[in-house]
């Protein structure tokens, strides 16, 4: 077999190069064009909507473009050996190379940024350099066989179409094997700061270099064909059936991007608002720290009781593990996760816990461990029943995240359920009154992304860290833990019947999951099904309580989801309060989702794309205030975060106060949301300072801020760590609209 047509080959690569760069060129110029439009027509109140259509629309126009490049292509390929004449051989190509960009980039294209949407980048940063290579050869090895069988339908009878497909399987795949390999050598944070026009120019020559090779292997299987003989290009009936079944197949694929954007649209079906807590406060005065009083006009507004005096703070959980330098406390096989599995276990009445994600990961996750701790609860009641008059209910309400593979939502209640059964857990045992019961919560888009957990009404510890193993320490598990940094804090006292008021609001929201009696761990799939919404009773009567002092410091509840966005408020008051310094620890850092178009020109993004707490900060800036902010590096949140970080630099240069505001990258995995606010005031929690998390119809999102003396000065000395150990957070000069660095 010829590695290319026999007909002056160095003219044919220069047209098949030139073909592939008016593509590319074409691509960018219908995308940019695509996104305005989609930019002006759906409302900025849903910006997940405007993720979705909008990365449909910059893929069709890269089917579009795909389609004139295998049309310019077409005098390069020896179609005309098989009886066709010019126009027939560019609109064969066209519509090869077209289909074919459809059939794969559209579903690939769509599906990977729905992953980096809400995996924060955590899939890339997990591809070490083989896997890159691995993933891209697959992906190009398979665009080519599509895309040479396409073609060779049209253009040869259908017992030849297997050496075009061959030829473009082993040539795009060669291609995309070794550019895999070289992003994997220079690194995904490396490739990125280079600046748009720079990654610009490594997409043209990776296109470039992909259509030459490929589609020259490609022509050489069609060359082939043709020597074999005369007789064998396509007749007309193959032809049309070969549209037919690609017209079928390109609308199944747009049925699945329609389902898409149908599906993040979804909302609970019970829509009723946030229920006030019905248990008074404890009549303590308002506060008199300005910190403290501005979330407490929030928080207290709409005759909400003040359940924030008289808590206590008992201490911080962490994942991996604390660190020597700023915690006395020991580390554990398993970091904070031992910490949530001991207070579960410690439970006398009722276990509240609701997180966004519970990984499938038997045996060695997180979810493992927390099973662990519901069974030595259970192991408790059985052994002692007189101990547990009332009995004893688990609920688990998670938060329908997504498999973005395959578009499935919530299917992590069967891993809730799996790991529990596992670890020798009954979902029922009438006889003790023990009840276990798992929900998942009913909306997409939002979804609920709220973690806390709430034992007895008197027990509340909130976290920004999910149930995967990303949190785990990689020393003391083998190496399966991602060592990703994050922290929780436990309360005991009053602010605990606000969280459980919270968890009720996430519970009526939510689908029951509805196991058969004689379910196994095995059968969990077969056996379990979505059931009725979930009711917030409280047997134990936990509800009904009348909160207790345990303590002396101030602990806010702050809570938001679509139609209460009282944490928003509350966090914006708290920076309009501050007079002396911020500092952050946060995974996200970013403007309006807009902004993710900055890639293509950094003036898409201005201060008017900036969110209620970035304007807070500028605020806080003017009035003296120091920032310090301490953030993640690498992924799509990478690239975010220098987005906003630039508007934000740039804005407070325009000010004349671009020294108030000190950034670094954190060194190593971050998934923290985090805030000390004039060195008293702390937030731990899950909120994200991302549109996502700031948007009328954001997610769900539970967070405590407190004045605790212990939080505020253990945060205190693990935050100087972190900051000792980070480099300066240097941003790209593409990013800046001057041209200047900064």
């Known amino acids: 077999m010829r590695l290319l047509p026999r007909h002056s080959p160095p003219a ?9 760069l008016a593509g590319f060129l074409l691509a960018l110029v219908l995308a940019r064009g695509g996104l ?20 449909l629309a910059a893929l069709g126009s890269l089917v579009l473009s795909f389609g004139l490049a295998g049309a310019l292509s077409a005098r390069a390929l020896p179609l005309a050996r098989l009886g066709l004449s010019r126009g027939q051989a560019r609109v064969r190509a066209g519509v090869a190379s077209g289909v074919t960009a459809g059939l794969l980039v559209v579903p690939v294209g769509g599906l990977m940024g729905l992953a980096g949407v809400y995996r924060g980048g955590a899939l890339g940063d997990a591809l070490g350099g083989s896997q890159l290579a691995l993933l891209a050869l697959v992906l190009c090895a398979l665009y080519g066989l599509i895309s040479g069988a396409v073609l060779g339908l049209l253009t040869l009878r259908a017992r030849l179409a297997w050496r075009p497909a061959l030829g473009g399987l082993l040539g795009f795949g060669l291609v995309g094997a070794v550019g895999g390999a070289l992003l994997g050598w220079a690194g995904v944070p ?3 700061a280079g600046g748009g026009w720079a990654l610009l120019g490594l997409l043209a020559a990776f296109v470039v270099a992909s259509q030459v090779v490929g589609d020259s292997a490609v022509a050489a299987g069609i060359d082939a064909a043709a020597d074999s003989s005369r007789h064998d290009s396509a007749d007309d009936r193959q ?3 070969t549209l037919a079944a690609l017209g079928l197949a390109l609308l199944g694929v747009w049925g699945l991007g329609e389902r898409a954007v149908n599906f993040v649209q979804t909302r609970p079906g019970r829509a009723e608002p946030l229920a006030v807590p019905a248990a008074p406060g404890l009549a303590c005065p308002a506060p008199t720290d300005p910190l403290e009083l501005a979330v407490w006009r929030v928080t207290t507004r709409g005759r909400r009781p003040d359940l924030s005096c008289g808590n206590d703070f008992l201490g911080f959980l962490h994942t991996p593990n604390p660190d020597p330098a700023f915690s006395a406390q020991p580390p554990t096989p398993h970091g904070g996760f031992d910490g949530l599995a001991a207070q579960i276990a410690g439970a006398r009445r009722e276990v509240l816990f609701a997180v966004m994600e519970w990984a499938d990961d038997p045996r060695r996750g997180p979810g493992a461990v927390l099973a662990r701790g519901v069974a030595e609860l259970y192991g408790q009641v059985r052994d002692n029943p007189a ?3 009332d009995g004893v209910t688990v609920r688990v309400a998670l938060g329908n995240f997504p498999r973005a593979a395959n578009l499935e939502w919530g299917s992590q209640v069967y891993a809730a359920a799996r790991d529990l059964l596992a670890a020798g857990v009954p979902l029922r045992d009438d006889r003790l009154g023990w009840r ?15 973690k806390l957990l709430v034992t007895d009404s008197v027990g509340l510890t909130v976290m920004g860290f999910n149930v995967g193993p990303l949190h785990l320490p990689s020393g003391t598990t083998r190496g399966h833990g991602g060592d990703v940094r994050d922290l929780g804090m436990r309360f005991r006292g009053p602010v605990a019947r606000d969280g459980l008021n919270v968890f009720d609001d996430l519970w009526r929201r939510s689908t029951l999951l509805d196991c058969s009696p004689g379910v196994t761990p095995r059968t969990v799939r077969s056996s379990c099904r979505n059931g009725g919404p979930g009711e917030p009773t409280h047997p134990q009567g936990t509800d009904r309580f009348a909160p207790t002092r345990a303590g002396d410091v101030r602990a806010f509840s702050l809570y938001r989801r679509e139609g209460f966005q009282m944490a928003d408020d509350a966090l914006v008051a708290l920076l309009d309060a501050s007079r002396q310094s ?3 620890m946060h995974v996200s850092f970013s403007m309006d989702v807009r902004c993710n178009l900055a890639l293509l020109n950094p003036r898409l993004c201005t201060s008017q794309d900036a969110l209620p707490w970035m304007r807070a900060l500028v605020r806080a800036a003017e009035r003296g205030v120091t920032v310090r902010a301490l953030l993640y590096e690498h992924g799509f949140l990478g690239l975010e975060n220098r987005v906003g970080l630039a508007v934000l630099r740039r804005e407070l240069r325009a000010r004349g106060l671009e020294d108030r505001l000190q950034a670094r990258w954190f060194p190593g995995g971050l998934h923290a949301k985090t805030m000390l606010v004039d060195g008293r005031m702390l937030t731990v929690g899950s909120q994200n300072l991302h549109y996502s998390s700031w948007t009328p119809r954001g997610l769900n999102e539970y967070t405590l801020a407190t004045t605790a003396p212990g939080a505020a000065q253990g945060y205190a000395r693990e935050f100087a760590f972190f900051w000792g150990q980070a480099r300066p957070a240097d941003l790209p000069r593409w990013l800046s609209v001057d041209g200047e660095e900064r």
């Open 12 to 20: 044919h690569l220069g047209r098949l190069a030139l073909s592939a």
């Open 239 to 241: 032809v049309k059936l």
């Open 436 to 450: 276990v019961e798992i929900a998942n919560y009913a909306g997409t888009f939002p979804h609920s992304h709220a």
């Open 582 to 584: 911020v500092d952050l």
């Open 190 to 192: 490396n490739v990125l």
């Open 387 to 389: 101990a547990f008059p």
């Open 36 to 55: 305005s439009v989609v930019l002006a027509v759906v409302p900025p109140g849903q910006p997940y909507v405007r993720a979705v259509v909008g990365t």
